[in-house]
């Protein structure tokens, strides 16, 4: 995804106060996790004590291994805002699902949300999924000789 798709995605949630929605997005891209990662992060997974984390380690269901990401600035305030709307706690999934017999958000859910994101800014859903969120910060790292990209 190109930095003005990133930024027309992000403009929208933000205007449309779509608070969970801006936090799904805005996690997506600075963590670089799987979808089945991403919507099983746990509030005690960046945020301890009411208080954003900086950084975030999450261990990967796939390979059991930690991955530690950075939060920007942007994506600690939403994920602040997210916890304060909803009075979540620590031991609480970040993103719950509304379904009472799921614990959180579905992958599937998380790709439906993904394909309204896209489709709302005129981009082909079937080009732009769950996986090139993933990819979106690292593709730019990479375009730009592995230099860390500035905010998208």
């Not at 600075?30 to 099983?40: F, G, I, N």
Request: with cysteine; aromatic share 6%.
């Amino acid at each position: 995804m190109k930095p003005k798709e990133v930024l027309a995605i992000r403009t929208r949630l933000q205007m449309t106060s779509a608070v969970r929605d801006l936090t799904l997005f805005n996690l997506a891209i600075d963590s670089k996790l799987r979808a089945c990662d991403l919507v099983a992060i746990s509030v005690a997974g960046v945020a301890i004590s009411g208080r954003v984390r900086d950084r975030a380690i999450i261990i990967q269901k796939k390979t059991g291994r930690p991955v530690q990401f950075e939060l920007t600035d942007q994506t600690r305030d939403a994920v602040a805002a997210w916890i304060g709307s909803r009075r979540l706690g620590e031991r609480d999934y970040l993103f719950p699902s509304r379904v009472h017999a799921l614990p959180h958000l579905s992958t599937r859910q998380y790709s439906r949300i993904v394909e309204r994101w896209v489709s709302n800014i005129g981009l082909d859903p079937k080009r732009h999924g769950t996986h090139l969120m993933r990819r979106t910060k690292a593709a730019h790292i990479y375009d730009r000789g592995g230099r860390r990209p500035g905010h998208f």
